[in-house]
């Protein structure tokens, strides 16, 4: 597959927070990252960032904005052997999550997927996933039985990203190939920014908006304008966050990702961010 991965990175609400390792190179066209417990001796986290998004240091609640992503989270506690995991699809609406330190004894590891390459390691379509929550095996029966039950058995994050590589190498042997179609117009939402038109994808897709919006549903859980919104808000937000505050950013954004006005810019951030840019940016670089 085309790396599509140097296209978009999205980011979380806490970009200097988050304890992401990238994966190997041949899966960075498929894995954003993976992340889980306190660091342990292996593979460095990805540069500029420090803990993971669940594992921030020291009490309160930390905010879990869209980042077009999905999540297998596996836990384990090692006194008792018990196991088991959840896989969170897209989530287009941002909510609060306590953060809290875990026990010794208990682990945590997660594989977070690009969005359009999670339904290649999934054994089930991916219909319906939008803001879901639901046991790994609904979707991904396999998991338990060829990684999962594996994981107790690591010691360092160093050993289990190569069990997960190893195991997401091998799904990826066995996986159908994706709609060309389909990646073309994630390709095209991808270079776009987000800011394009229902005509525009089905033209560079080469199949009918109808036909893409049922293949979207199926692999990726959303329809093409709603992914379109998250990219877009996405890249609001890489782009703010990176950015010098100064005069004219704003206005700039409204132009260059196709709002009608500023308050238009702002009102579509909040739904997604749940506060301001402004408001944002202060906790993210506070």
């Given amino acids: ?45 990805e540069k500029g960032t420090g803990l993971s998004r669940e594992e921030g240091a020291g009490p309160g609640a930390e ?79 396999t998991f338990r ?20 590589e190893l195991f997401l190498l091998r799904r990826l042997e066995m996986a159908n190939r994706s709609s060309d179609g389909m990646m073309n117009a994630v390709h095209r939402l991808l270079t776009s920014r987000g800011n394009v038109t229902a005509g525009t994808l089905e033209s560079t897709s080469g199949i009918s908006n109808r036909q893409l919006e049922r293949l979207f549903r199926q692999h990726i859980g959303l329809p093409p304008k709603k992914v379109a919104d998250l990219i877009r808000f996405q890249n609001v937000w890489l782009d703010l966050y990176r950015s010098p505050q100064g005069k004219g950013v704003m206005q700039d954004m409204v ?12 009102n579509n951030f909040k739904k997604f961010a749940g506060r301001t840019p402004l408001d944002a940016l202060n906790r993210a670089r506070g």
């Fill in 63 to 141: 905010t879990i904005i869209p980042d077009s992503c999905t999540d297998i989270i596996w836990e384990w506690d090692e006194r008792t052997g018990e196991s088991g995991g959840i896989f969170c699809g897209i989530n287009d609406t941002p909510f609060e999550v306590e953060r809290t330190a875990m026990p010794i004894h208990k682990q945590r590891f997660a594989i977070r997927f690009h969005f359009w390459a999670v339904h290649l390691f999934a054994d089930e379509p991916l219909s319906d996933v939008l803001n879901v929550h639901a046991p790994v095996e609904q979707y991904f029966r």
């Fill in 1 to 45: 597959m085309y790396n599509l991965a140097e296209l978009y990175h999205p980011i979380t609400a806490n970009p200097a927070g988050g304890g992401e390792y990238l994966p190997g190179r041949l899966l960075q066209p498929y894995i954003r990252c993976f992340w889980g417990s306190a660091a342990t001796p292996g593979r460095q986290p």
């Fill in 255 to 266: 132009f260059t990702y196709g709002y009608s006005h500023q308050s238009h810019l702002i």
């Fill in 145 to 164: 039985q060829e990684l999962g039950d594996r994981l107790p058995g690591t010691r360092t994050m160093s050993e289990r990203i190569a069990a997960a």
